[in-house]
């Protein structure tokens, strides 16, 4: 068995938008990959039976083709959601710190609103060009969203 997966010529949207190829990346540009990446998600949440929940949505998780058309990648920490209308599910928390969703990381109470709490986190950074997360001087990491 094996997985082929289509290939990605532009990488990551974190490494994109920190190379010296972000100047290019018009806000027509920018607009089609949120465009993209929203349609990724809303399929994961409404489209797939049983819905999906991805945990670990991040620039790094938002691949990119030739023509800058976004997949989102990485379903290492997804989660499976039960389609017996549940509101939420109770589990430990896994993700990406300055993407997680704050409600989620304090009351461990997971739905697909914690992904678009991160894929705003995402949206801030495409539109900004900065990460989310910056490093101190003394090295530790500072969220510099919340």
Known sequence: M???YEYMANGNLQDYLSSENVEDLSWEKRLHIAIDSA???EYLHHGCRPPIVHKDVKTANILLNDNLEAKIADFGLSKVFPEDDLSHVVTA???TPGYVD???YNTFKLNEKSDVYS???VLLELITGQRSIMKTE???KMNVVH
Do not use: S
């Open 102 to 104: 704050p409600e989620y």
């Open 138 to 140: 003394d090295g530790d």
């Open 2 to 4: 094996a997985l082929i």
């Open 93 to 95: 928390v896994m993700g």
């Open 119 to 121: 894929f705003g986190i």
């Open 39 to 41: 349609q990724g998600l």
